[in-house]
Structures are given as structure tokens and as C-alpha cells.
């Protein structure tokens, strides 16, 4: 049969209508039968019962308003005792006219009535009466209802806990366990004391005191435990704080006045006695229990007659549904007989289809669906074959991307475990294959790598705070740019940029989460090296200032040294001391000198020089320097571009890196200088802050010391960072030597490792070829004496006088200001000619370069001699003097003064 499986099922539902009309008609015509059956089954209305059952309440409420009265007498439990013995006669009466014809039924509603007449006579209205002539214990009996009518001690110990629960919550989700133990205790504490509280209230005995004061005593020691155990934790102490006030305020508004009150009523206890032996006496209570047990008869005995007319009346009926049953079991089985042979070109190509379907869910996305009808089923199996071709192609273009992709993809389910890993996430971190599969992610973080946000350093995180942190994602939706510490296979660690959100099915369902990791090692790097940067710029700022004062009082230590030195002469006894000035001074301006190279502002006249000659030149220096039992090879590289420095300097930086290799081979060893040319690409800049691509001459001084751990090498160039002795160096050296470095525009790179030496590498910008080297101009036959006019600008008097006297010692006219405001104004009364300005360079108000440019333009002719102990300023550029600029650098001797001076007078 080639039908549709719409036109199958439309016959089938056709089919099932008929049978299921025609059954229909027999039930209702069977219901008939059995609603004529079951009209005569009950001859006893169901009121009479729910009439049985109203009377069983009437005592019920009777008791209660009788009982309420005698205990409280308060006038309102009367109401319901008067209301229900009013009704009861009315229920009474109506249940004998319905059982008129039943005569076991009158008999056991006349015992009934009885009974009832009986308690209201021997105990009811007696018991009544009696409380009503108690009088004399009214005051303190209301006294204490009052009190614990106004439930004051209740709201207060109800504050109590939901203030301790949400201590508990707090430390439950924290998971400190002591504080958890201690906070429950506290709990229990109060509880002990409530307990005790009300039980005295309530009978009067004095072994309810006992757990009430214990518990107060334990509740004051417990919580002063918690403050202890929690010192710093400021909500817990307010926590604690807040509830020992409520404790105090139940203490004095409810605990202590309802006990003081049950106290005082125990004194006058013998009214309550008269109430307390009528009602010892049972009578009502026998009475009224005698009543229950007859009313309660009278309404099993009508339940059980009706019981068993209905079960006769049952069995009519169950004839009746067995007859139905025949008919429906006829039907179903014609339905079946029927729905098999529609069913049968369904189910089969269903079986395929669902078969397909399973291959194609378990990812067999080439399989292909066939089925060989012409209805619905073949549509939807082409459907699943075009959506598995697109499923695949999808994928394909999916497992592209996450290949592609820059950055580690770990895909994790909500438990924690790793699903999904990405090719890069594999090779950052060394694994292959499926080997982080299935793996809990917190084999990937260090440990102490925790959320919170703070949160066990030196602790290793545990599965089941990942599982936490992971929650804390879920909730969140997103976590954007967490630094995180991840493992490598080997053990070792790098830093990573962590985000993470989730992943959830198209129902909203949380199936994982998706975590990215971005690999941040390089740039931690490149800031530690910034922040490093920053670091010695600022202590290069102070060494600059420090060193302007300091050059301005050793000149006019050395000047006064060098002028008492020539005037009482080389024999007389005051010599050695001026010279021992003479020569520590001297020291403190080498000094001096090292801070400012540490701070690049050292004054230097670079030129183009030859990196090799200067080393070689340099060799005998430092085989004196470093003792005989250290070895030096030298190797130098043919062919070496020419650099543009100061030869000063380089000697400094090697001599500098042999003291230190001198200090790291204590037993002797290698100190090897090496040379050569160099081209820095872009990858070697990527790697290395700092540094910029080109052409440099690389000089490497290294050693076969005992060399230097990664947290030694990471100091070694901040200032006054020594690893010798007390007394055995300033710490300034290595300094010094990145300070040159970054003043020529040159890099520096260090690489040592424990018990393998050490080895540093200096490259310097490569210098255009010139024809020959520039010599050094001698200066030994220069004149120091001259006859012209100089006018002297310091705002340091000290150093005023001093360079004023040595100048007119040897011939000079000198006109004297503290500053340019008074040196323009001394210039303008001059009547003769000006031939040289000796100035400061930094002064209060005008500094020197702006009055040398004020006098040049009014007195061309004027030649200009700088003078100053700090290079941060105009006349240079990182201590590198610009060009035609004649300076003196504080602190100068008397001759290096008088040189200079010539040489500022030489040239126009």
C-alpha cells in the first residue's frame, strides 16, 4: 500500500473514532444500570454521618473553652463552651428524627445525652464556678502572661539566630571548618539558655536555672573564642559585637523580669492549688472521654452499615465493568489487527531512519540515509542527509578556526575536566595528542593560584575550588582578562591573560566552559624591564641634584687646597694635610663623576674612535687592576665598524666588568674581552626591551666566576645593589655601566647562570666611516696667565671667590655677579671692554645659557666659558656637549680653569 503516511494515520484515527463511539454507548448505557443500583444501596443520608462527626467536634470545643476558663480565666474562652453546648442539643436532636427507625442508633444517642448532662453537672460548671473564685492570685498570674504574651524574649532570641545564621552561611562558604564548630556551639548555647528560661517560667522548678546559666557562661566564652580565632576579620566582630547586644537586651527586657515574676508568684502559690486538686480529681475528664467514646461509636457503627451496602451494591457493578471489559478487550484487539498492517509501512523505514540518525549523531557524518518510500519519512531522510553534509562542512570550518586561532582554547565541562584543547594550548604547554583529555583543569595552574579575588598562597588549589571557580564563571556568564600562572608538562610556569564564559545549550542548559588563554610572559618581561627603566631614572634625577651641590663644595675644597698648597709651599708643615684635603677631595669628585655616569648626565666629548685599539690600549690597566692570577684573552674581530663614544668611558665600563669578574674568580680564572659586528633583526627586538634593529659592534666581557641566579641578575644594575661585603664596594659599579651604555644610545644584555660564569654584552650604534681618527688635542702647553676682562657669574659665593681669586692670581681683570639680573646691570656700568663670560649654568631667575644669549646679542665679540656640576640643562644633551660650547665641570682644579679659560678666549 503506497499511501502517504498522512493518509495512513488519517484511516487509522478514523478506525479508532468508530471504536471508540460504539464503546462509548455500551459504558453509558452500563453507567445507567449502575446509577439505578447504587440509588437504593445507601438508606442512611451521608448527613447523618457529617451530623456524627459535627458532635465530636462540639465536645471537642466544649472541653476547650471549659478548659481554657479554669487555666486562664479569661472570660472569652467561655464563648465557645456557651456556643457548642447550645448547638449540641440542636445536633442531637436532629440526628434522632433521621434515625427514628433505628433503634440501636436511639439508644446510643440517649447515652450520649446522658453523659454530656452528667460532665456539665459533676465537672464543667463546677470547675467553672471554682475559677471563678479565684481572685487573689490574679496579679501575679497576669503579671506573667503579660509578659510572655508580649513575646519580647521570643523576637529577641529569633534575632539571635538569624544573626548567627548568617555568621554560619559566612563560614560555611569561606570553609573555615573551626569557625563553623564554634558558631554552631554559640547556636546551642543559646538554645541551653532559652530552654532553661521558659522551662522555669512555665513550672516553677529550679533545675531549669542550671542549663539556663550554663548556657549564658558557655555563650560569653564562645564568643569570645570566635573574636579570638577571627582578629582581623571586621564583619565577623561586628557580627559578634551585634549579637552579644541582643543577648544583653533579651537578659534585660525578657529573661530576668519573667523569672523575677514567676519568683513572686511562687510565694502566694495557694490560690492556683484549688484549681490544681479539682482538676486532679479526673471527674471531667472520664466523663467527657466516656462521651467521645459514644459518640465515636455511633459514627463507626453508621460507617460500617453503609459499608456494607455498598459493597453489595459493588458487586452489581463489577458484573456490569466485566461485561464493558469483554467488549473494550474486543475492540483493542480489531484496533491492533488493524493499526499492524498501517504501522508496518512505517515502522520499517523509521528503523532506517532512526539508525541513520544514530551514526550521524555519533559523528559518522559521511553516512547516508535510504530510505525506499515516496511519503514524508524519504523527505526527512534527505533532510538529515543535507544536514549532515552541512554538520560536516561546518565542522571542518569550526576545527579551522579553532586551529587558526593565536591563543590557547580549553573547553572544560562544569565539573572541571578538560574536553576540548587546542593545537597551541598543546604546544605552550608540551603536551601531545589527547593527554590533557579528560584531565581536571587544575593540573594546569600553579600552586596558590586561586580566585579570590585573595584567596592559601603556597596552598595548592583543589579540584574542588576549580569546580568553585568554575561556578562563580557560570553565574557571572563572563570572566574577562584574569592573570593566571599556567604549568607546563616539565613543571615550569608562564603567565597568561585568562578569560572565560559560558557554554550553554540551545534550552539554556549548562553544558562547560569555554576558557581562553592569551601567553603574556613577553610583555611581563618588557614591563619588569620599563619599570626597572623608570627606577633609574628617577635615582639618576637625585644623583644629578645631589651632585650640582656636592661639585659646588668640592670646588672650593680643592681650590683653597691648591692656592694654601702654593702659598706656604711643598716644604712647609702644614703639606701632607693639604694634599691628604687635596687628594680626598679628589676621590669624592670620582665619585661624584660615578653618579653621573649612572645617571647619564656625565659630561662627554664623543668622537669616532676604534673599538679595538682602545681595548688592547687598556689590556696592561687591567692585568694591574685584577692581580696575576686571573687570565685575560683578548679577541678581536677585523673589520670592527667604527663607534662614536668616549674613550674615558670605555675604559671605565671595562674596568668596571674586571672588578667585578676579579670579585666573582676569588681562586683565579678567565676574564675574556671579545669583539666583533652584529646586525639586531626584528625578532631578536621583539624579544629584548629596549633594543632597536640595525648595525652595532658588540664588545662581550666574560668571566668563569661563580656566576649569578635569575633573582641576583634581576638587581644587579639597580644603584647601590652590591652582593659583596659591607665596605667592599658602593654597589654604583654595574650602574655606572648601564648608565654609559643608555647615555651612547647603546644595549646591554647580561646572561649567567650558578657555577657557570657570567658574560655581559654591550652593543654600540655603529658609526659612519670618516677618513682617519680624531686625535686629542694637548693641552700641557697651553698658557694658564692672561691680561683680559672676564665677567664672573655664581650665585654660590663660596665658589665665586674661589674662581675669582684664582683668575686674578694669574692676571685676570674679573668682574664679579651672584646672578644674571646683577650681571646684566654690571655689564651695562663696565665702562671698558668685556672679553670673556665665566657663567654658571643653573641659577635662581636667569639661568646661564639665557644671559650668555641676552649679552651675545649685544656684545658679539663676547666669548662664552660655561661652568656647572649638573648636565641636565640646555647647553647639553645627555651630558654630551653640543658644538662651539666651551664648559668646565664642577669641581675643577685651579688649572683646569685657567686651561679652559684659554681655550674659551682661542676661538670667536
Same mark, same amino acid.
Given at each position: 500500500m503506497n499511501l502517504s503516511i498522512k493518509n495512513k494515520i488519517i484511516a487509522l484515527t478514523i478506525f479508532f473514532i468508530c471504536l471508540l463511539i460504539s464503546s462509548t454507548l455500551f459504558l453509558l448505557y452500563n453507567l445507567g444500570e449502575t446509577t439505578n443500583t447504587m440509588k437504593g444501596v445507601v438508606s442512611l443520608s451521608e448527613d447523618v454521618v457529617t451530623q456524627s462527626h459535627h458532635l465530636e467536634k462540639l465536645i471537642v470545643d466544649m472541653e476547650t473553652g471549659q478548659r481554657g476558663f479554669v487555666i486562664t480565666g479569661k472570660e472569652e474562652f467561655l464563648e465557645p463552651y456557651k456556643d457548642a453546648n447550645n448547638k449540641f442539643d440542636a445536633v442531637l436532636y436532629d440526628l434522632e428524627q433521621k434515625l427514628i427507625d433505628h433503634p440501636k442508633y436511639l439508644e446510643l444517642l440517649e447515652k450520649v445525652a446522658h453523659s454530656r448532662y452528667e460532665w456539665l453537672g459533676l465537672a464543667g460548671?463546677?470547675?467553672?464556678?471554682?475559677?471563678?473564685?479565684?481572685?487573689?492570685?490574679?496579679?501575679?498570674?497576669?503579671?506573667?502572661?503579660?509578659?510572655?504574651?508580649?513575646?519580647?524574649?521570643?523576637?529577641?532570641?529569633?534575632?539571635?539566630?538569624?544573626?548567627?545564621?548568617?555568621?554560619?552561611?559566612?563560614?560555611?562558604?569561606?570553609?573555615?571548618?573551626?569557625?563553623?564548630?564554634?558558631?554552631? @556551639?554559640?547556636?546551642?548555647?543559646?538554645? *541551653?539558655?532559652?530552654?532553661?528560661?521558659?522551662?522555669?517560667?512555665?513550672?516553677?522548678?529550679?533545675?531549669?536555672?542550671?542549663?539556663?546559666?550554663?548556657?549564658?557562661?558557655?555563650?560569653?566564652?564562645?564568643?569570645?573564642?570566635?573574636?579570638?580565632?577571627?582578629?582581623?576579620?571586621?564583619?565577623?566582630?561586628?557580627?559578634?559585637?551585634?549579637?552579644?547586644?541582643?543577648?544583653?537586651?533579651? &537578659?534585660?527586657?525578657?529573661?530576668?523580669?519573667?523569672?523575677?515574676a514567676r519568683v513572686s508568684y511562687e510565694k502566694n502559690p495557694q490560690s492556683m492549688e484549688n484549681i490544681a486538686l479539682l482538676l486532679a480529681k479526673g471527674?471531667?475528664?472520664?466523663?467527657?472521654?466516656?462521651?467521645?467514646?459514644?459518640?465515636?461509636?455511633?459514627?463507626?457503627?453508621?460507617?460500617? *452499615?453503609?459499608?456494607?451496602?455498598?459493597?453489595?451494591?459493588?458487586?452489581?457493578?463489577?458484573?456490569?465493568?466485566?461485561?464493558?471489559?469483554?467488549?473494550?478487550?474486543?475492540?483493542?484487539? &480489531?484496533?491492533?489487527?488493524?493499526a499492524f498492517f498501517i504501522g508496518r509501512g512505517i515502522i520499517k523505514p523509521l528503523k532506517i531512519l532512526n539508525a541513520g540518525v544514530v551514526k550521524i549523531g555519533k559523528g559518522e557524518l559521511a553516512h547516508k540515509i535510504r530510505v525506499d518510500t515516496k511519503d514524508e519519512l524519504a523527505t526527512l531522510a534527505r533532510a538529515f542527509n543535507h544536514m549532515a553534509t552541512s554538520l560536516g562542512e561546518s565542522r571542518v570550518y569550526i576545527e579551522g578556526i579553532i586551529k587558526s586561532m593565536p591563543n590557547m582554547l580549553i573547553v572544560v565541562s562544569p565539573n572541571g575536566s578538560i574536553k576540548t584543547v587546542n593545537d597551541v594550548a598543546l604546544k605552550l604547554?608540551?603536551?601531545?595528542?589527547?593527554?590533557?583529555?579528560?584531565?581536571?583543569?587544575?593540573?594546569?595552574?600553579?600552586?596558590?593560584?586561586?580566585?579570590?579575588?585573595?584567596?592559601?598562597?603556597?596552598?595548592?588549589?583543589?579540584?574542588?575550588?576549580?569546580?568553585?571557580?568554575?561556578?562563580?564563571?557560570?553565574?557571572?556568564?563572563?570572566?574577562?582578562?584574569?592573570?593566571?600562572?599556567?604549568?607546563?608538562?616539565?613543571?615550569?610556569?608562564?603567565?597568561?591573560?585568562?578569560?572565560?564564559?559560558?557554554?550553554?545549550?540551545?534550552?539554556?542548559?549548562?553544558?562547560?566552559?569555554?576558557?581562553?588563554?592569551?601567553?603574556?610572559?613577553?610583555?611581563?618581561?618588557?614591563?619588569?624591564?620599563?619599570? @626597572?627603566?623608570?627606577?633609574?631614572?628617577?635615582?639618576?634625577?637625585?644623583?644629578?641634584?645631589v651632585a650640582h651641590d656636592f661639585n659646588n663644595l668640592l670646588t672650593v675644597i680643592l681650590g683653597v687646597s691648591k692656592m694654601i698648597e702654593d702659598e706656604e709651599g711643598k716644604n712647609s708643615a702644614v703639606h701632607d694635610k693639604i694634599t691628604l684635603i687635596s687628594d680626598t677631595a679628589k676621590q669624592a669628585a670620582a665619585l661624584t663623576q660615578q653618579l653621573l655616569a649612572f645617571s647619564r648626565q656625565q659630561v662627554t666629548r664623543p668622537k669616532i674612535i676604534e673599538l679595538n685599539v682602545v681595548i688592547v690600549q687598556t689590556r696592561k690597566m687591567l692585568t694591574r687592576l685584577i692581580g696575576e692570577n686571573i687570565e685575560i684573552e683578548v679577541h678581536t674581530a677585523p673589520g670592527l665598524y667604527p663607534i662614536k663614544a668616549d674613550e674615558g668611558q670605555i675604559n671605565q665600563i671595562l674596568m668596571n666588568l674586571a672588578v667585578n669578574a676579579r670579585d666573582a674568580m676569588p681562586g683565579g680564572g678567565k676574564l675574556t674581552i671579545e669583539t666583533g659586528n652584529v646586525t639586531l633583526d626584528a625578532n631578536y627586538v621583539e624579544c629584548h626591551a629596549d633594543s632597536c634593529s640595525g648595525s652595532y659592534v658588540m664588545m662581550v666581557v666574560s668571566d668563569t666566576g661563580v656566576g649569578m641566579d635569575q633573582a641576583t641578575q634581576a638587581k644587579i644594575f639597580e644603584p647601590f645593589y652590591t652582593t659583596k661585603e659591607v665596605g667592599a664596594g658602593t654597589g654604583l659599579g654595574l650602574s655606572t655601566v648601564i648608565g654609559i651604555v643608555k647615555q651612547n644610545n647603546g644595549m646591554i644584555q647580561v646572561y649567567s647562570e650558578p657555577g657557570q660564569g657570567t658574560a655581559f654584552k654591550i652593543y654600540w650604534p655603529r658609526a659612519?666611516?670618516? *677618513?682617519?681618527?680624531?686625535?686629542?688635542?694637548?693641552?700641557?702647553?697651553?698658557?694658564?696667565?692672561?691680561?683680559?676682562?672676564?665677567?664672573?657669574?655664581?650665585?654660590?659665593?663660596?665658589?665665586?671667590?674661589?674662581?675669582?681669586?684664582?683668575?686674578?692670581?694669574?692676571?685676570?681683570?674679573?668682574?664679579?655677579?651672584?646672578?644674571?639680573?646683577?650681571?646684566?646691570?654690571? =655689564?651695562? &656700568?663696565?665702562?671698558?671692554?668685556?672679553?670673556?663670560?665665566?657663567?654658571?649654568?643653573?641659577?635662581?631667575? =636667569?639661568?646661564? @645659557?639665557?644671559?650668555?644669549?641676552?649679552?651675545?646679542?649685544?656684545?658679539?665679540?663676547?666669548?662664552?666659558?660655561? =661652568?656647572?656640576?649638573?648636565?641636565?640643562?640646555?647647553?647639553?644633551?645627555?651630558?654630551?656637549?653640543?658644538?662651539?660650547?666651551?664648559?668646565?665641570?664642577?669641581?675643577?682644579?685651579?688649572?683646569?680653569?685657567?686651561?679652559?679659560?684659554?681655550?674659551?678666549?682661542?676661538?670667536?
Open positions: 460548671q463546677p470547675e467553672i464556678d471554682a475559677r471563678r473564685e479565684v481572685t487573689s492570685a490574679k496579679a501575679s498570674l497576669n503579671s506573667i502572661g503579660n509578659l510572655i504574651e508580649a513575646e519580647t524574649g521570643k523576637k529577641l532570641v529569633d534575632e539571635m539566630r538569624r544573626s548567627l545564621d548568617k555568621l554560619l552561611k559566612h563560614f560555611k562558604t569561606a570553609g573555615e571548618k573551626n569557625n563553623i564548630i564554634l558558631t554552631t @556551639q554559640i547556636g546551642k548555647d543559646i538554645v *541551653d539558655s532559652e530552654t532553661g528560661q521558659r522551662g522555669f517560667l512555665l513550672t516553677g522548678k529550679d533545675a531549669f536555672l542550671e542549663p539556663y546559666f550554663h548556657g549564658q557562661v558557655a555563650l560569653d566564652r564562645d564568643m569570645k573564642e570566635l573574636e579570638k580565632s577571627n582578629p582581623d576579620n571586621k564583619r565577623v566582630l561586628k557580627e559578634i559585637s551585634a549579637l552579644r547586644t541582643l543577648n544583653k537586651k533579651w &537578659l534585660l527586657e525578657a529573661a530576668i523580669p519573667e523569672i523575677d471527674v471531667g475528664k472520664e466523663i467527657i472521654d466516656n462521651l467521645r467514646n459514644l459518640v465515636g461509636q455511633l459514627t463507626a457503627s453508621l460507617g460500617k *452499615d453503609i459499608r456494607n451496602e455498598v459493597l453489595q451494591a459493588n458487586e452489581r457493578v463489577e458484573q456490569a465493568n466485566l461485561l464493558s471489559l469483554l467488549i473494550g478487550m474486543i475492540g483493542i484487539f &480489531l484496533g491492533l489487527f488493524f604547554l608540551d603536551y601531545e595528542g589527547d593527554e590533557l583529555l579528560d584531565q581536571p583543569l587544575s593540573i594546569l595552574l600553579r600552586e596558590g593560584e586561586g580566585e579570590g579575588e585573595g584567596e592559601g598562597e603556597g596552598e595548592g588549589e583543589g579540584e574542588g575550588e576549580i569546580v568553585l571557580a568554575l561556578q562563580d564563571v557560570v553565574n557571572r556568564g563572563v570572566v574577562l582578562n584574569s592573570k593566571k600562572s599556567f604549568v607546563k608538562k616539565n613543571g615550569s610556569t608562564f603567565s597568561v591573560l585568562f578569560s572565560a564564559s559560558t557554554l550553554r545549550s540551545p534550552e539554556g542548559k549548562v553544558e562547560g566552559v569555554v576558557c581562553i588563554a592569551q601567553d603574556i610572559s613577553q610583555y611581563e618581561q618588557l614591563e619588569t624591564q620599563f619599570r @626597572q627603566a623608570q627606577k633609574i631614572e628617577s635615582i639618576g634625577r637625585l644623583a644629578g641634584g659612519e666611516f670618516v *677618513d682617519g681618527i680624531e686625535e686629542a688635542r694637548e693641552e700641557d702647553d697651553l698658557s694658564t696667565e692672561g691680561k683680559e676682562n672676564i665677567l664672573l657669574v655664581e650665585d654660590e659665593e663660596a665658589v665665586r671667590l674661589v674662581a675669582a681669586s684664582i683668575l686674578r692670581k694669574n692676571g685676570y681683570a674679573v668682574l664679579e655677579a651672584k646672578d644674571g639680573k646683577e650681571a646684566l646691570k654690571t =655689564m651695562q &656700568l663696565h665702562q671698558g671692554t668685556t672679553d670673556l663670560l665665566l657663567t654658571d649654568v643653573i641659577m635662581p631667575g =636667569m639661568d646661564g @645659557q639665557e644671559l650668555a644669549s641676552n649679552l651675545k646679542e649685544k656684545y658679539p665679540d663676547l666669548h662664552i666659558l660655561f =661652568m656647572s656640576g649638573y648636565t641636565a640643562n640646555a647647553i647639553m644633551h645627555h651630558g654630551v656637549l653640543a658644538e662651539n660650547v666651551h664648559f668646565v665641570g664642577k669641581p675643577f682644579l685651579p688649572n683646569e680653569l685657567l686651561v679652559a679659560v684659554r681655550k674659551a678666549l682661542g676661538t670667536a
